[in-house]
Every structure is written in structure tokens, then in C-alpha cells.
């Protein structure tokens, strides 16, 4: 009798967690708070229970209906597991959890290209990071049957459920992720990127302009400033994909306020263009803004790659690895492997940088200071 009730429980939860497309992301420049998004069918209320055991205990509503839903709520203490449930209209979700902020030591991974690869990330997963980042390219375009606009990032997160509901993810942008219709072999008329990335605001909640942004976690004297570049040399025609970067853009000037006067601490760029490109532009401006960090991680080809300028480290990774090689002039590591970054932050300590395979190997391990 025991089992069958049990049973009857069991089926009960489940047919109630109707709800299952979740996922995590910060959208402020610290991460005092995380934002829990889901969608429905319908226009719905929104509601997120969370609390520090499965019996969650606060709340927080919006009753205003929509079927895309972006709901804040407070990090819990260090170092403690918060859990949670949404709900929306008569539809409600498992109760998840996720990890509070760490005191000890942080973890970020950061992927690239994840559009055009069918990961095992059994090995990140692993890893048990703290948050997800990308280096751009989340889906391969915004035009397929079936996964137009926001549907497409709607089939990256249902790639991986259990992950994103549990570990917050900040992607970057990358061409692929605001690609209306194909590229075809010359310019077309009309625009074949969204410039302004609607789809990819409207689905993610990030901080600031969302199409940049900061985040950062003052414990490890650590943060990460989101770029928007990539093919830049189409800058100006119908196959322009970011936003302009010259030296009158809202871009730089965005960027020259978050790098100068140089900040303590590491400072990780993030973004989708080739290194090598993007460093000489303005005749070395970009490279003299990138090197007043820690490091900068592109997604801009298929390989695994850290290269060396005066010193200063630029890492290339992609969960699909075995595409066209594109070394880096000043290339120090380079492989043709599906792979992922691994960054690990202690208070006052060295930061570890790792590039791993997916297979959990470490190919190449360098340890870098505090500015």
C-alpha cells in the first residue's frame, strides 16, 4: 500500500511540473540577486518559491501575464543551496535548486560555438561550475523551420535541462545568434542580421545593454565584460552583424570606461572575433584596452588556442573543435579539440586558467596574477 501511494504521489508531482523550459541568469553587474526565466503556451502571472530547503518559504509574484518570464529573486547566503519552484496560471515546475555564491573558490566556464555542436558536457558538468558563460554563437541561426527567433535559444536550453536550471548562464553574442535569413555568397539588399539582437534581449536577462554587459564578483576580485564583435569586416553592409566599433561608437567608449583607468583584480574580456583581428584595430587601441586586463576568450573558430602578445594571454574555444584552423600569429597552444575554459578564483590568489576536451582533459593549464 506504502509503494502504491507513494507511486501516487510521485505521478502526482509530475503531472503538476508541467512547467520544464527553466533557466538562471544574473541581471546586475553583481550577483546580489539571480533571475529565474521560464516560458508557457500561454500569457501568464509569474511567480517564483524559493528558500533554502525544499519546504522554500518566500516569494515573489508579478501579475503581469506574458509567456516569457524573467523574475528576480535574492542569492542566498554563501555557500548555501537555494532551492525554488515557478509558477504560472495553474502550471508550476519541480522544485530546483541551485548554488548560492562561494566563498572559497569560484569556478565560470566559458564555451564557444555551441550552435553547431551536440556536446557531451558530462566533463564540465563535472566540474560543478558556478556559472556558464559563452564566447558567442549559441545557436547557428534565428531562420530554421521550427526554431525561428526565440525558439531557437527555446531548443538550446531544452538541449540541456538539468543544467540550466541549476547553473546560471550568461551567453555573449556571436553573428549566428541574430542571423534572420541566410547569408548567401554577396550582400543582399536587405539585412541579413538583426544589429540590435531583439530576439536574444527579449529571451535572455542580462545586465545593462544585454548586447554588452559586466559581471562581477568582488570576493575573487574578479569580474567579466562582455563584447559584441565579430565579422568585422562587414562593418557597413547588409551583412553587418554587431554593433559599430570605430573609434566614435558607443561601443569603445562603453569599453574604455569599464578598462581605464586600469582596474585591480582580473578583468576577463569575452567576446567573438578572431584575437588577432580584433587586437589591431585603431591601430592597436583594442589591443592596448584588451591588455589592461587578465585575459581575453574569443569563440571566433573551431579549435582550442591560447596565443601571447607582451605577454598577455588570448584563449580561442569551441565546443565543435575540428573545423578550419585560424592560428593566432602569436599562437603558443593550438588543437583541433572540442573544448571548454575553465577558469578557477580564489580570495588573493593566482587565477587558473584551463582549457579542457570535453573528454575532461587538461590541455593546457597557466596561472595568471592580479593586475
Known amino acids: 500500500m506504502r509503494r502504491f501511494l507513494l507511486f501516487l504521489v510521485l505521478c502526482s508531482a509530475t503531472e503538476a511540473a508541467t512547467i520544464e523550459r527553466l533557466w538562471l541568469s544574473f541581471q546586475r553587474e553583481s550577483p546580489?540577486?539571480?533571475?529565474v526565466n521560464w516560458e508557457t503556451a500561454q500569457p501568464e502571472s509569474s511567480e517564483v518559491s524559493y528558500g533554502v530547503s525544499a519546504e522554500l518559504g518566500s516569494k515573489i509574484s508579478k501579475d503581469e501575464k506574458a509567456t516569457l518570464h524573467h523574475v528576480e529573486i535574492p542569492m542566498p547566503e554563501k555557500d548555501m543551496v537555494c532551492h525554488y519552484q515557478v509558477r504560472s496560471g495553474a502550471e508550476t515546475s519541480a522544485v530546483c535548486t541551485f548554488k548560492g555564491m562561494p566563498s572559497k573558490e569560484l569556478r565560470v566556464a566559458v564555451v564557444g560555438d555551441w550552435g553547431f555542436a551536440q556536446p557531451d558536457l558530462a566533463a564540465l558538468i563535472k566540474d560543478d561550475v558556478h556559472v556558464l558563460m559563452t564566447a558567442g554563437d549559441n545557436v547557428s541561426s534565428l531562420h530554421q523551420q521550427g526554431k525561428e527567433g526565440t525558439k531557437a535559444f527555446s531548443a538550446l536550453i531544452d538541449s540541456q535541462p538539468g543544467l540550466f536550471r541549476s547553473t546560471p548562464f550568461m551567453p555573449v553574442l556571436g553573428n549566428h545568434d541574430r542571423e534572420m535569413r541566410p547569408r548567401g555568397p554577396k550582400p543582399p539588399p536587405e539585412a541579413v542580421y538583426d544589429v540590435e539582437a531583439a530576439a536574444y534581449r527579449e529571451f535572455f536577462a542580462l545586465p545593462g545593454n544585454e548586447w554588452n554587459w559586466v559581471l562581477s564578483f568582488p570576493d575573487f576580485d574578479a569580474r567579466f565584460v562582455a563584447l559584441d564583435l565579430e565579422h568585422i569586416q562587414d562593418m557597413g553592409t547588409t551583412w553587418q552583424t554587431g554593433h559599430p566599433f570605430d573609434e566614435t561608437s558607443e561601443q569603445l567608449a562603453?569599453?574604455?570606461?569599464?578598462?581605464?583607468?586600469?582596474?585591480s583584480g582580473h578583468t576577463i574580456t569575452v567576446q567573438n572575433e578572431r584575437n588577432a583581428t580584433m587586437r589591431g584595430q585603431l591601430k592597436?587601441?583594442?589591443?592596448?584596452?584588451?591588455?589592461?586586463?587578465?585575459?581575453?576568450?574569443?569563440?571566433?573558430?573551431?579549435?582550442?588556442?591560447?596565443?601571447v602578445v607582451d605577454g598577455f594571454p588570448y584563449y580561442n574555444t569551441a565546443l565543435k573543435g575540428n573545423g578550419d584552423r585560424y592560428p593566432d600569429p602569436k599562437s603558443v597552444f593550438f588543437a583541433s579539440e572540442h573544448s571548454y575554459i575553465l577558469l578557477t578564483f580564489k580570495p588573493k590568489a593566482l587565477?587558473?586558467?584551463?582549457?579542457?576536451?570535453?573528454?575532461?582533459?587538461?590541455?593546457?593549464?597557466?596561472?595568471?596574477?592580479?593586475?
Open 32 to 35: 546580489t540577486h539571480i533571475t
Open 254 to 263: 562603453w569599453y574604455r570606461k569599464q578598462m581605464g583607468p586600469p582596474h
Open 284 to 307: 592597436g587601441e583594442w589591443g592596448r584596452l584588451f591588455q589592461q586586463g587578465t585575459a581575453v576568450i574569443s569563440g571566433f573558430g573551431y579549435f582550442a588556442e591560447r596565443a
Open 351 to 371: 587565477m587558473r586558467i584551463q582549457i579542457k576536451s570535453l573528454a575532461g582533459q587538461v590541455l593546457d593549464e597557466q596561472s595568471h596574477p592580479a593586475r
